[in-house]
């Protein structure tokens, strides 16, 4: 069974505070991924990684940036945590391709900046 | 760019009623389709995904989907919906040759007793 962890379930920062976001992923999987989800927007791409070191930025990735030291490991940085950065954040990882090609979540971070 | 809309934002039906959830994407060439659920409190949960051969597509707890590719449509039914379906439902798609998905913004499902 496949197992995407997050650091944490709930957060709360202030505004200006740099926050880490932790995933790790257990199948040994090529990609993985950064979301935020909000309501009526579904989720919206962040960032995504397809080997160690390697980062392709999403859809939204002002403010964010990210770092993948290692396979199983893939964090999100908010560099200085701004209000509009309150969401939930998923992790998602999935194998290289074919049709086992599909994404597994994590169970989210629920972020408020205040 | 490339989209996904769901037309149905909050669906309220009775147990047994039927569902059909409409998905539809923009993209022209090769896709993957997806249909994922997220139930109250839980993870993003894989209901059913389409690569490629028969279009109608059968998943987990009953649902099914059926692709057709002259309509750019990936909609998601079931025949007869219980309380224990109430969650999100999000459509995704992929075309080949890209790693990440694009979802679209999601259904709320509610499911009267």
């Known amino acids: 069974d496949v197992k995407v962890t997050q650091s944490s379930r709930y957060l709360v920062k202030r505004t200006g505070e740099k926050v880490f976001l932790e995933c790790v992923q257990d199948?040994?999987?090529?990609?993985m991924f950064w979301y935020r989800q909000d309501p009526g927007l579904g989720l919206r791409l962040i960032y995504f990684?397809?080997?160690?070191?390697?980062?392709e930025k999403g859809d939204i990735p002002e403010g964010y940036s990210v770092s993948r030291e290692k396979k199983e490991r893939f964090s999100l940085i908010l560099e200085s945590a701004s209000t509009n950065q309150t969401s939930m954040y998923l992790c998602?990882?999935?194998?290289?391709?074919?049709?086992?090609?599909?994404?597994?979540f994590g169970p989210g971070t629920r972020l408020t900046v205040l | 760019a490339q989209s996904v809309s769901q037309h149905n934002h909050h669906v309220i039906l009775s147990e047994a009623a039927s569902l059909e959830l409409g998905c539809n994407y923009s993209?022209?060439?090769?896709?993957?389709l997806f249909w994922y659920v997220q139930y109250p409190g839980q993870h993003l949960q894989l209901l059913l995904k389409?690569?490629?051969?028969?279009?109608l597509v059968k998943g987990i707890k009953g649902f099914e989907a059926e692709f057709i590719k002259s309509k750019f449509s990936f909609n998601l039914r079931k025949p007869s919906v219980q309380w224990s379906d109430t969650a999100e439902y999000f459509c995704?798609?992929?075309?080949?040759?890209?790693?990440?998905?694009?979802f679209g913004s999601g259904t709320r499902l509610q499911v009267q007793p």
């Open positions: 998602a990882s999935s194998s290289a391709g074919g049709s086992t090609d599909t994404q597994y």
């Open positions: 199948m040994d999987h090529e990609n």
């Open positions: 990684s397809y080997d160690v070191k390697m980062k």
């Open positions: 993209y022209g060439g090769t896709v993957n």
């Open positions: 389409y690569f490629s051969g028969d279009p």
């Open positions: 995704a798609v992929k075309p080949t040759g890209r790693r990440a998905l694009t």
